[in-house]
């Protein structure tokens, strides 16, 4: 499945989704989670694009200026070091994206439902 197919599966839904999967495993890591609840914050008042590959942020303190950031990081105009709110927006479009395609969860036979409505007769 192309890249461009999973960006285009993100909605509300799947970034919630992400967010709380990653809010989870961040509970230890205060650098991470104050970063990634910037980036929630961030995504919903920053004119951005996102690929499946590449996120384009235009940046709200300098006019004109955009940053991209990709899986290897952030562009090279970026003078944020560690972990910041760009790459935490990155990780939870691409966990979005992620969780928006995921098949469901499979679902019983038409055999597995005659055995368990057969069991419940059973009981009864
Ligand atoms: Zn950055």
Redesign the pocket.
Known sequence: MSNAILAQSINRTTVGHALRILRREYAHNATALNALNKASVELSMTIWSFDGETLVLESRTTIGHK?T?TAQ???GS???RGS????QAFELLMRAARIAVQPAKPRMTDEQYAAAVAACDDLF
Do not use: E, I, P, S
Not at 84 to 87: D, G, P, Q, R, V
């Open positions: 940053y950031v990081g952030c562009d970026c003078k944020a910041h709110w760009h790459l």
